[in-house]
């Protein structure tokens, strides 16, 4: 739960509930049945249409993919719209991926039986998948279903016993006409994993959309190439911690504590701050609908649950990390009462006459190869007869006990509600007297709001006096200005006074102002008159601080106009002589 609220999850109020003591899941009105390790990969309601597409092409239910199918998913969706730049290609898909069943020699999967496998011949992304992914079959919980425009975009109802029926699309593969189309982003993928310095991961891959909380398998208004950071709606919370990030990686992949995680992607991927480029072709290749019809793809080829399942480490060949990731320990495939049920062995189911090519569910069967069983010698046995009927019982009864559970809650709930009104009596009690209380300081209200009127007109009166006096004053400073011009002999007309302090210091201080300038005017008048006597030869400077700064010299000036005029002397006697000869 804290993992969860931490991602986000349970930001909105009910948007997922924990099972208490049902040890089969049975889910309320308007929810679904998912597990913990497949909303931490990506996954939320409601789902994404390539998602939709690849359910109903391949006839699976949500709950029988593994955890790192789910993770295989949401790395391809990612990898298409934040480095590619183009939608999720069904296309492209079909040219990397293909399912198998996911089993042991005696254990038979339905809760998580169909594993994404990469196809041997294709140069893909390591995805570093773990060997094991413990108990994930056990943290099954209730999801809101999320109201969709299409019907076609929610989650199924989940039912457990529906069986896995190999089908021809599990082995569907690019056409020519599609393996042209898609050669360029083959090109591309192979750049991103083989260009020097700048190789791309798929632990990077998984690190971008785990970091930036926009989950690629939910049904989003907007690719994520035009994903606009903090402020995007397509988040499911703030970013997260950097330890919890890549304690979260650690937990989904095969990274231990020694490793490091990678902080960011060495190519930067597509979003609002890194557009697409221009006339970047945008490719739409989706799977098929149900409103399209059932296709020849879903045709099943034989019921290969009834026989003895392949290890699956068989499964994947040489794509160890999209096969082995998903091995279960023996343990988790037992009963719990906490857990869904156990997975159906072999030698419980009826006996069939073998399938003439036992060879039609080996990855390298053609898609158009249909195997046909032979004819079953068999005697009428009514129990088996009646078996289909007893299962669909039995799916009818848990949907009713679902139902009838939800109607008990229904009712102690309109039991709480039929208490609430005689707790709101009892609570409006203390509001009535307090009401009562309000309407005795009522008055005392009104007294203060009259009396708030009367200081704020006297307030008023107040303002508008000082703003008189204002006036007055200014009046009076600008007949004492022009007075002020006039020297300081004549007598001034200060215009009835009435002992005003203020304009008693503006005059004195205009009348000592009028001495200093006639003092500097007379000191100006004198150093002029002096200068051409101390310095015949320099202009005498305009301000009247560069002229005093001339006679506050540290030299003696005396001394310099005796040596001055000695030297005028000299010049005279020496051209006195050289005109006698």
């Known amino acids: ?25 049975s889910p309320p009105i308007e929810y679904r049945v998912s597990f913990v390790d497949h909303l931490i990969r990506g996954l939320s309601p409601p789902i994404h249409e390539f998602l939709c597409g690849l359910l109903f092409v391949y006839g699976l239910q949500l709950h029988q993919l593994t955890p790192n199918s789910i993770l295989h998913i949401s790395i391809f969706i990612t990898l298409c719209e934040c480095f590619l730049g183009v939608h999720p290609n069904w296309a492209l898909w079909k040219r990397i991926f293909y399912c198998r069943r996911n089993g042991s020699h005696n254990v038979t999967y339905n809760i998580g039986g169909v594993v994404i496998c990469i196809r041997p011949d294709v140069e893909y992304f390591d995805v570093k998948f773990p060997d094991s992914v413990q108990g994930w079959r056990k943290r099954w919980l209730y ?9 076609e975009y929610n989650i199924a109802p989940f039912d457990g016993g529906a069986k896995i029926l190999r089908r021809r699309s599990w082995d569907a593969e690019a056409t020519e006409e599609e393996k042209s189309a898609t050669e360029a982003l083959m090109t591309r993928i192979h750049e991103l994993q083989n260009t020097r310095g700048k190789e791309l991961s798929g632990i990077q891959i998984t690190t971008y959309f785990l970091r930036i909380r926009a989950q690629p398998l939910q049904a989003r208004k907007n690719p994520l190439w035009m994903y606009a950071g903090e402020e995007d709606v397509e988040r499911l919370s703030k970013d997260l911690p950097v330890n919890d990030l890549e304690k979260l990686i650690r937990r989904i992949s095969s990274f231990s504590m020694k490793d490091t995680i990678p902080s960011s992607c060495r190519i930067k991927p597509y979003s609002g701050t890194n557009a697409l480029p221009e006339n970047h072709p945008v490719l739409a290749s989706l799977p098929p609908l149900p409103e399209g019809g059932e296709v020849e793809e879903r045709t099943v080829v034989t019921d290969d649950n009834q026989g003895t399942s392949r290890p699956e480490s068989e499964v994947a060949g040489s794509q160890k990390s999209a096969a082995s990731s998903e091995k279960e320990v023996e343990s988790e495939a037992t009963a719990s009462t906490h857990s869904l049920p156990s997975a159906v062995s072999p030698r419980n189911k009826r006996k069939r006459d073998e399938v003439a090519d036992s060879g039609a569910s080996k990855a390298g069967t053609s898609p158009a190869e249909e195997v046909v069983p032979t004819e079953e010698k068999t005697t009428f046995n009514p129990y088996l007869d009646a078996l289909p009927s007893m299962k669909e019982f039995v799916r009818l009864d848990t949907q009713f006990i679902g139902y009838r559970n939800y109607a008990t809650k229904l009712e102690e709930t309109l039991a709480e509600a039929n208490k609430r009104p005689d707790a709101l009596a009892v609570k409006l009690e203390p509001s009535e007297a307090a009401h009562k209380k309000a309407e005795a300081d009522a008055a005392a209200v009104e007294d203060l709001r009259k009396r708030l009127h009367d200081m704020e007109t006297s307030l008023s009166d107040n303002i508008a006096q000082q703003s008189a006096r204002e006036k ?44 200093a300038r006639e003092g500097l005017a007379e000191a100006r008048s004198g150093l002029s008159r002096l200068f051409p006597y101390f310095f015949p030869k320099k202009e005498e400077p305009t301000p009247f601080v560069a002229l005093a700064k001339h006679f506050n010299s540290q030299e003696d000036l005396g001394l310099k106009l005796r040596q001055e005029g000695l030297k005028v002397g000299v010049e005279g006697t020496i051209t006195l002589v050289a005109d006698s000869q």
Do not use: W
Request: charged share 35%; aromatic share 6%.
């Open 1 to 25: 739960m804290n993992l969860l609220k931490k991602l986000g999850f349970m930001k909105k109020e009910n948007a997922l509930r924990f099972p208490k003591e049902e040890s089969y899941p």
């Open 143 to 151: 999801v809101h279903e999320e109201s969709s425009d299409s019907v």
């Open 472 to 515: 007055e004053i200014l009046t009076r400073v600008e007949s004492q200005s022009r007075c002020f011009v006039r020297k300081t002999q004549q007598d001034y007309d200060l215009e009835n006074p009435e002992g005003d302090r203020l304009l008693d210091a503006l005059s004195l201080l205009e009348i000592h102002g009028d001495e």
